[in-house]
């Protein structure tokens, strides 16, 4: 009889530590399926951020060829304006 009492704490003890060990199991799986969500959240932001960053490096290029075509004009038109003013002096005197 000691020896069928042994066995059943022997089959309980291992009963246990399957128990625990399906546990463990099952959190990883849910700490896997957390960290495969976070991962797609971020290959998410990380393409929409990607994205943005073209439009806007779009939009940078546009506002500088933009920039540089105000400064073509101001400047023509500054040379006309002293032009006139050479020639209103030319006049004067």
Do not use: H, N
């Not at 290029?61 to 075509?69: F, G, I, P, S």
């Amino acid at each position: 009889m000691a020896t069928l009492s042994v066995q059943e704490e022997e089959v309980a003890t291992t009963v246990d530590d399957f128990g625990a060990l399906e546990e463990r199991v099952v959190r990883a799986v849910e700490v896997v399926k957390t960290e495969r969500a976070a991962r797609a959240q971020a290959e998410e932001t990380i393409e929409k951020l990607r994205r943005e960053g073209e439009e806007q490096g779009a939009a940078l290029t546009l506002a500088r060829e933009q920039l540089r075509t105000l400064e073509r004009e101001r400047e023509q038109v500054k040379q006309r304006v002293e032009r006139m003013l050479k020639q209103i002096d030319e006049i004067a005197s």
